[in-house]
């Protein structure tokens, strides 16, 4: 037996194993906080520290203190730091290839805090800083700098379409009057149509003896005929020239018409007087706020979603890189890869301290089907201000990840907050008290939420470069309370945004109060001198539409004159009272010559 | 790290069974080729201990087979990989996954199951390799390369006192 067994290696093997405990046991507290360190290094690319580790084994508690990690962005400052935390590991579940943390406990959280030296940066970013955001608020911003023309200096403005159709409506009067006036010389007169008139009486009136007599009354009718065809031929042209005048004439009154419509809207357009009835004050003033705040949400989804979303990425690269992965198979109570049944953070802020606790935070949460659930409280908002916020979210085997969360807020207390920086004024809320709710719900990166604020006691200063701009600041500056509803909808790094609220119908309702006399009164005189110059134009028009009138109904009366003449029976009628005659004479000769013969 | 080599060296040459050193090598390719830390590698390290196997061959070996693991990863993971979502295998796992000393031993991992599987496969024609090449080496190869000034020249070095003083002789005889 003993050629086979060494009974001293059993000493040795327990003295090795006595041996390997004893290392971890001492240089445990070591081992881990060098393992934070650089594997927080790793994940960041910048420094990270950790002031100490402290490791208890019943139950195994791990216990860090004054925890930096270096902001890769700005290294004199922290990305986050605390200053102590504590987790409660099932060794168990972390000996079989699972973190399962039943408690986590961090306190005094820090987010962007001055380092006391700059840490390292192991890796540059290239992720440029999103420009043009800022501009293209300010340019979607109106100017609000408009100031008011002078009425007749505007009217006399030749550009006006008034101006232009009017003159244009008098020049084609005058060019169609002329036309009209040549072919009018051109038609028959009253006393061309009398003679006519005499002239076919006179052929009435001539005696037919012979055959001969109505060859020569049929060869002047035709004559005369033919004379009235052609001045019908003349008729039909001034006809066609009446209806050509007519025609034009009608459609340069409809462009004159509607002219001062769209002379007034040009005005509107050009001194930006439509902005004041339905400029959107609210987003105005707050849509830069609100989409600064979706923006911290925006870096907030940034930061948390690879960290939830990443266990595929992770398997496939810890294959590729030789790490390999655990597979878990089938068990009567799963529990994720990574599980913190319970954590704890205070989250201290500039606007204040946040008490946030999560319940079950996990990226596989299809493997207990619970939901992660965050809750976020503060009664120091900005002072004394109140906030609680919940939200849940989860995600499926497909790595999409669905979230749905609301939040209330209370009496907080705003100070010096700048709302308006432009060219135009400026515009700084001095004080007020927000409140509000939200709700909102996110489906992998698509974000639609609805947030309602309230703003109380408000007191504001602003300073204005236009005369416009100082009334908008002193209308704002007369609102006590203002409500607003905030919607943003679609992708969370760009969602749209729509900011409402009474504010916009007070602020018009105030503006236009303020601005309404010198406004409504500058309309009115435009829109008077306007209507002054289309009446003069259309004066004009209505007197050479009469005069219109009065060639046409002469023309149609020619036209009916000719006619008639045209249409005359002379002809037939001579030569009935011709061919009765004959028959007469006839029977006269036949009757004698039977009278004869029997008589 | 010459003391070991010397040690080698005195197993080869000595009257040490060449199963034993082949035991060693073959025990320290297993433990080299798998993470440091895990159940079954205690358990080696047991058997290492408790038999009388040559413990300088198991530790080069096992050093020089933990270097040749970072290059046969790749092939470690892919084993363990293609055992562990095999279709037909998953029942039985299913049934080991149920006992916590599978858990523990991190049999489940791609990494550790495929280093068990391929060390245990490989040790056994390494441990008959090895066996055939120590015979050689002492009937033919030693004699070889006794005749080169070199291995003179050698046995004039620090390297050979080393080894002369563990051994307890004064020659390669």
Known sequence: MSRFIRWQGLASFFVVIAFIITFIYFFADSLVKKGIESSGEWYLGAEVNVRDVEITYAPLTINIEGFQATDPEKPTHNLVSFSKASAGVDVWQYLFGKIYISELNIIALRIDQPRATAGEVYTSSDDGIEEGTVAADESALPKLDMSLPKVDDLLNNSDLLTIKHGKALAQSYQTEKKKLNDIYEKLPNKDSLASYNEKIKALGNTKIKTLADIEKLNKEF????????????????????????????????????????????????????????????????????????????????????????????????KASIGGGRFIHFYDEAPIPDVLIEQANFSLILPQGEFAISGKELTHQHWVRGNKSIVE????????SGELTLALNFSLDQNHVLKSDGKWQLAEVALKDVS???????????????????????????????????????????????????????????????????IKAKGKITDPSLSVSSPLDNQLKKSMMKQVSNKLTGFKTDVKKGLNSKLTEALGLSSEGEQSFVDVESLINDTDKALDNLINSDVMKAKKKEFEDKQKKKLEDEVKKKLGKLFG | MLSLFAKLFHALNSESSTRQISLAIALGFIVGLSPLLTLHNIAFLFVVLFLRVNIGGFILAWGFFKGLSYLLSSLIIMVGESLLTAEPLQPLFDTLYQFSLFKLAHLHHTYTLGALVLGCLLAIPLYFLCNFLIEKYRIHIKAFFDKFRIVKALKASKFYSVYSQISGQGALS
């Open chain 1, 376 to 383: 976020v409280k503060s009664n120091n908002v900005q002072g």
């Open chain 1, 222 to 317: 035709k004559a005369l005929k033919k004379q009235f065809k052609a001045d019908q031929a003349i008729v039909k042209r001034a006809k066609q020239q009446v209806t050509a005048s007519k025609e034009l004439l009608s459609k340069r009154t409809k462009a004159l018409k509607d002219a001062p419509n769209a002379d007034w809207k040009n005005i509107e357009s050009k001194y930006q007087l439509e902005k004041v009835d339905g400029a959107d004050f609210a987003h105005l003033l707050f849509g830069e706020q609100a989409r600064e705040y979706f923006g911290y949400a925006d870096t907030v989804y940034q930061t948390i979603a690879p960290l939830v979303k990443s266990s595929k990425v992770d398997k496939e690269a």
């Open chain 1, 419 to 485: 709302l308006q920086e432009s060219s135009a004024f400026n515009l700084k809320l001095n004080s007020g008290l927000l409140s509000g709710n939200g709700t909102f719900s996110l489906l992998d990166d698509q974000l639609d939420s609805e947030n309602k604020l309230n703003l109380d006691n408000t007191k504001y200063t602003g300073t204005g470069t236009s005369h416009l701009s100082k009334l908008f600041i002193d209308t704002v500056q007369s609102l006590k309370t203002l409500a607003l509803t």
